[in-house]
């Protein structure tokens, strides 16, 4: 059972760039899944989540209205799509399976000990 991120790379400031997950050895349409990130000296920051029919989404404020998160369950992938980056934005991204209590409570999928499988990580630099 693993997760894997890919499709980092280094890009201008006001520039895009899409993210995948693939997921091995589970069945991604049991689960929310969510994106997360970590700059340099820093702590995993929450950056958006899915639920599992793709009816819901969640954004950190950061990022709102500039990501979109999306999934295809039946190919096991799930995506983030990032436009307009920022410098601010350069972090290493992590994709997360969120575990039982995602969803049970305000947020919850919002909360980095809710999700219990990662995957590596990709790295994302934006130039000023």
């Known amino acids: 059972v693993q997760l894997q991120a890919f499709g980092g790379g280094l890009v201008q400031a006001g520039g895009s760039l899409s993210l995948s997950c693939l997921a091995s050895g589970l069945i991604l349409e049991k689960y929310t899944m969510a994106w997360f990130r970590q700059a340099p000296g820093k702590e995993p920051d929450f950056v958006a989540a899915i639920n599992w029919s793709a009816h819901n989404t969640f954004y950190a404020d950061s990022v709102k209205g500039r990501f979109t998160i999306s999934r295809e369950n039946a190919k096991n992938m799930v995506y983030l799509r990032m436009n307009s980056l920022k410098p601010e934005d350069t972090a290493v991204y992590f994709c997360?399976?969120?575990?039982?209590?995602?969803?049970?409570?305000?947020?919850?999928?919002?909360?980095?000990?809710?999700?219990?499988?990662w995957g590596q990580g990709t790295l994302v630099t934006v130039s000023s």
């Open positions: 997360a399976r969120g575990g039982n209590k995602v969803g049970y409570y305000s947020g919850s999928y919002y909360a980095r000990h809710e999700y219990d499988l």
